[in-house]
């Protein structure tokens, strides 16, 4: 039988750079007060001898594990897989987190938690006993429920917190949202749009509030009335159909609806279709998310590309950062939003209410 290869350890690192054991295990986790040169002589090192770092030996080596936990919404999570209406959203957490942990020589888990449930608590605990995370990553709704927070708090933990901005423990990171309603908002505006509905997001979202906020300020510096053009649903195709039908049935119909996801703007596409409306000339739809199935629909839609990953990476950065020793930043990390302009907005044509036509 072939004889077994033997791995490269940090000690063969350690004796080819010339340096000591603490040092290579310095270089290998980036911390500072490393000499350049010295950086230098221990990565060529291990670039010559293709020494990989193994979590379990920095695990012992230390008292990190090099894991981070992004803790998810179970029910809203499963419900999407289950329904294969896609998981963007969690793929493009993944893509931030995971590329931004390897660069650091971490790891990224994700565990499902239901933010609703009695026992969060004990089901928070236990995950955290049996993982024993260096740091954990909150995304919405967690990140804006107090439990958790201060639980992870009380156990010394280093987290950021996806999508929040109010102030709390942890490092808050989100897109701006307010800014990205405005700028969905203006874009109407600038096509001519003069009632411009807007379907929000559930109200244990905070972000919700702040898109709302964001809509009715572009809405009031354009000297434009909001009245009655507000409607609410949880992010669910179901609950924007009825958004859209109670703003189309209202006193002042929108020329141009915005929904606060792709799943209720899916919903205000096909409600438009049923009463005859054509989109984007008698109503023009703005998305927020901009996962796939909304640049193949037709007509494709207008949506605010949430930069989820840049995000995620942001808060990774945050975590390694306090565990490295390093001071991040005291104020929250907002990152900007950007408008994917595509057929669904147009300027304003004839008018058409509850499926008649002008």
Not at 65 to 84: C, F, H, K, M, P
Request: hydrophobic letters at 45%.
């Amino acid at each position: 039988m072939p004889r077994r290869r033997q791995s490269v350890t940090i000690r063969h690192v350690a004796a080819d750079a010339g340096v000591s054991l603490q040092t290579v295990s310095r270089v290998i986790n980036k911390e500072p007060n490393v000499r350049p040169e010295m950086m230098e002589r221990v990565q060529a090192s291990i670039a010559k001898l293709g020494y990989v770092p193994s979590i379990a030996a920095q695990r012992m080596a230390g008292s990190r594990s090099y894991l981070i936990v992004a803790l998810n919404d179970r029910e809203r999570t499963i419900a999407g897989w289950r329904n294969r209406e896609g998981t963007d959203w969690v793929d493009q957490m993944l893509l931030g987190g995971m590329l931004t942990c390897a660069e650091h020589g971490y790891r990224l888990l994700v565990e499902l938690v239901d933010t609703h449930s009695d026992h969060i608590a004990r089901e928070l605990l236990g995950a955290i006993a049996a993982i024993q995370p260096d740091g954990v990553i909150l995304t919405p709704p967690h990140s804006d429920n107090s439990l958790i927070t201060q639980l992870l708090a009380t156990q010394g933990i280093s987290f950021a917190r996806i999508g929040s901005l109010k102030p709390g423990p942890g490092f808050a990171v989100a897109m701006d949202d307010t800014g990205a309603a405005r700028l969905a908002t203006d874009h109407l505006i600038a096509l001519g749009h003069r009632r411009i509905g807007f379907i929000a997001g559930p109200d244990e979202y905070e972000l919700s509030g702040r898109r709302v906020d964001g809509w009715r300020q572009a809405m009031a510096e354009s000297g434009l009335p909001s009245d009655h053009l507000l409607a609410q649903g949880d992010f669910g195709l179901a609950s924007g159909r009825l958004a859209a039908q109670t703003l189309l049935d209202g006193p002042a119909p929108p020329t141009a609806i915005i929904a606060s996801s792709d799943q209720m703007a899916l919903a205000t596409l096909e409600l438009a279709r049923e009463r005859g409306l054509d989109v984007p000339t008698d109503l023009s739809i703005v998305s927020f998310d901009d996962t796939p199935i909304v640049r193949f629909v037709h007509p494709a839609l207008t949506a605010v590309v949430q930069p989820i990953a840049d995000v995620t990476a942001r808060a990774v950065d945050l975590v390694i950062a306090e565990q490295a020793g390093r001071s991040p930043p005291v104020e929250p990390v907002i990152v900007p939003a950007t408008l994917a302009i595509r057929a669904s907005t147009g300027s304003p044509g004839a008018i058409r209410r509850a499926g008649t036509r002008t």
